[in-house]
């Protein structure tokens, strides 16, 4: 069967419009499903990691604030104010083991930067060694202590930063400023940070205002300019946000930051994706497996119910193309479709109206073969026994006259009539012999097959190649199945002379453990074969559909094979049983 026939099938459009949909649909459900969970899992993560970098931000600015609370409590000193330099000396000394927290050191400058008085004594002040300015300036406009932004120390190299608070007058005017410094790579401001998980490759991280690291859990990194890269540039903008966004290495990154308060700094927490999502891709897994079992399960009770319905329709279909071509009909088990049965039960009473009257015109015909046979046998007897003898008869008289006369235009005369009754002879012997197959009575099947090729190939119009075969060991056959195969290889012989154009047929005889088969076989124009022999006597040509039917009525299997420029090939198969 060809593809384009086998696409429109039954199986095939039930595979196309019912069980493919519905696996489209499951995969697509499936899919869907797992982007749609991808989406909120994602979203989730997401958000969780909002929450860590507010918790982180609110822990950091906490110990913040505890830094500028220290300042703003020590500037309240009215001693600060004093002129004397050991007054001021003394105010900070006092105050040294609160001020531990400024590893950088403590100092009391005025409003332009200039040092005043610091601590301890035996470091020189660092605000010969960073610019202020900034830092003052923000000073002027705040209330309470603000916060630097990463500076270096010109003496060391070391980031640090700086937080100040104002001294204030009676007036609450600014007089002075109290700074204090904090080195950032042992700065006790990293402590909440460090503290924080963040999955399994996860970190958080400390910018300014400005984008630069003042923590980061590689040391390394600290100072380092972060202000363009993509999350670090929201944070400058001030505010709290998540999002997924993709790294400069190309993976995808799960980010959130929220803003230190106070100190205009940004926390940023920051994980990969595939990490993050990792521990939940165990049941996305399993989720995935299910949905395809559940898919697989049902696309196979799918096609099993399409299977219901096709298989009894398809075998509906070869029992009718066999009743269609005469074969026997086999029986149906009952599908279990109420519709399918019934249609089922229908086409069995069909086939059975159909296998009687069959059955009794195949009756009829072998009445009228063995009639046809009988009456053959007669006219051969007939012929043989009168025609034959009249003509010979009639020949000894010729011969008599013959001798009898020196008149050599009566001898010519009757030389002629001798050849033609000699001729007449000749063709009422075949024609008997055509009748009635006396070598097939007297010396057998094989002998009487050879007779006919051998008769084909030396006629008029003789084929230039004509054999005959027999493979086998010689079986026992019923005379009518002699009858019938020696009556087969003369119509198919016929039939090849008169109307096959070929230059060769090959007979051949074989006789296998069960059954006898004759086969014919030419190399002539060929035919399209109909799909049923009916056709042949519609066009008036009866010898093909004679010689299934005479098959047909012994029991035997009759194939006919063609193809245009091609040839024929004839088979008929008897059981020996």
Partial sequence: MRISQRLHTLRAYALVWVVLPMALILMATTGGGIYLYQRVLTSILVERHKQLASVAAISVSEVVDGYGRVLEALAGNPDLMSGSVEVRADVLEGAAEALEIFNAGVMVSDLVGNPLTYAPESSPPFGDRVPLGELLEALRQETGPVFSNVLADSRNGQELILVAAPILAENNQITGALIGGVYLRDAQLSEPISRLQVGADGFAYLVDRRGTIIFHPNNDQIGADFSQRPFVARVLAGGSESALLQGQSGEWLLAAVAPVA?????????????????????????????????AAIVVFFSWQGVRRLVVPIHLLHQQTARLARGEPVEGFSAAGIQEIDALEQAFVQMANQVASYRAGLRRYVDDMTQSIEDERRRIARELHDETTQNL???????????????????????TDIQKLVGDTLKGVRQISQDMRPLVLEDLGLVPALQALVKAVHQADNALPHASFDMCGEPQSLTPAQELALYRVTQEALNNVVKHSKATGAWVELAYKPDLVEISIRDNGCGFIPPSSLIEFTQRGSFGLMGIQERVWALGGNFLLHSSPDKGTHVVVQFPLS
């Fill in 262 to 294: 106070s100190t205009g700094w940004g926390l940023i927490v920051q994980e990969s994706r595939a990490s993050a999502v990792a521990p939940a891709q165990v049941y996305i897994l399993a989720a995935i497996i299910v949905a395809l079992a559940a």
């Fill in 392 to 414: 010979l008869a009639i020949g000894r008289r010729l011969e008599y006259y013959q001798g009898s006369t020196v008149d050599p235009e009566r001898l010519k005369s009757i």
